[in-house]
């Protein structure tokens, strides 16, 4: 039975590969349709089983996209199969939990002061009025007693935007989906000082604004600084409990 398992196995990687291979080789883009079962079938010298299953593979990591009754097209190539990944290891495994949360903090930092002279040089003034448009929503919300996380967010996708690198926004919503996830679930402190929250991003615009690459990597470093203080004590906490 295992031979069995690992020879289907085998054979439903093999046509999956075909697959990828035949969108490389026909120049297919997100979006695009892909022949229907039987043809794929007949184009690839696969039986229907191995094709479906293949299929069925390939959509989960959203390589390919089925839409009953319409077809199957090529994926929108996200990374949703690492966020689910990264989110399953942070809350399967005792000792990788905040380790994971660590390590995307250190990603997410590290892109951001890596690419901060690049930032820089191709945020232009439409992006800068944008993130001042954020930091005002998030005061407002500050007012109003609500929560500014969303805002954060948009406010960090936007600093990237400009980078015009598909890979590291993607990467970027990555940490933030994963982080989003896991926290709550460790029980990490989320509501911490507002005030200074929306401080440190204005503190962000103004280096922009002003090109200054040293403002700004102090600023970057001081908004992730109390993200690791929650991760310390939500560690220090389940280590005593």
């Not at 929108?76 to 994971?100: N, Q």
């Not at 903090?105 to 993130?131: F, K």
Request: hydrophobic share 40%; aromatic share 4%.
């Amino acid at each position: 039975m295992a031979a069995t398992n690992g020879a289907r196995s085998s054979r439903r990687q093999e046509v999956a590969e075909r697959i990828k291979r035949y969108i490389i080789d026909n120049r297919l883009r997100p979006g695009d349709l892909l022949p229907t079962e039987n043809e794929l079938c007949d184009t690839l010298g696969a039986s229907r089983s191995s094709v479906r299953e293949a299929v069925k593979m390939l959509d989960a990591l959203d390589i390919v996209e089925v839409r009953h009754g319409h077809g199957t097209y090529v994926g929108r190539l996200s990374m949703s199969a690492l966020v689910e990944g990264l989110t399953f290891r942070a809350m399967l495994s005792p000792g990788d939990d905040f380790k994971v949360l660590e390590e995307l903090v250190d990603v997410r930092e590290l892109m951001e002061r890596g690419m901060g002279q690049r930032i820089l040089d191709t945020l232009h003034s439409d992006h800068i009025a944008a993130l001042e448009d954020l930091v005002a929503e998030m005061e407002r919300r500050l007012a109003d007693g609500e929560d500014t996380v969303e805002a954060d967010r948009r406010f960090h996708a936007l600093l990237l935007e400009s980078l015009e690198n598909e890979l590291i926004s993607q990467f970027s919503s990555v940490c933030w989906d994963v982080y989003a996830l896991v926290a709550p679930h460790l029980q990490v402190v989320t509501k911490q000082d507002e005030a200074g929250i929306v401080a440190v991003h204005r503190d962000i615009v103004d280096a922009v604004r002003d090109a200054d690459l040293a403002a700004f990597d102090r600023a970057i470093q001081t908004h992730y600084r109390p993200v690791r203080r929650r991760i310390a004590a939500a560690r220090a906490r389940g280590t005593a409990g």
